[in-house]
């Protein structure tokens, strides 16, 4: 999976989180090969399904993104905070992502 995060954010004022994935809409119950495997994922593996470790202090932010990876086949972690987010790292791995 490929995209883009970009953020920005000022002291006292807030940020903005902006998601960009570069997924291709697939017709329903094509087969399509896994680019970093070579073969075809089962019905229970989306295409291209990436595990996530998404860490951000804001709640309704996090969730509207972790929504956005799960729609595209993303299983995605989603610590409360920092110190939960780098326990989570430490004990599973998670797939680096652009």
Partial sequence: MRGEIECASEPEKGGIVA???GVAPQPAGAAVEDGRTGRRPSPAEPPGAVNALLVDGNGIGREAV???????????????????GVSKATCATFDPTS
């Fill in 19 to 21: 998601v960009s994935l």
């Fill in 66 to 84: 972790a929504a956005l990876l799960r729609r595209v086949g993303a299983t995605v972690e989603t610590p409360a905070d920092g110190r939960e």
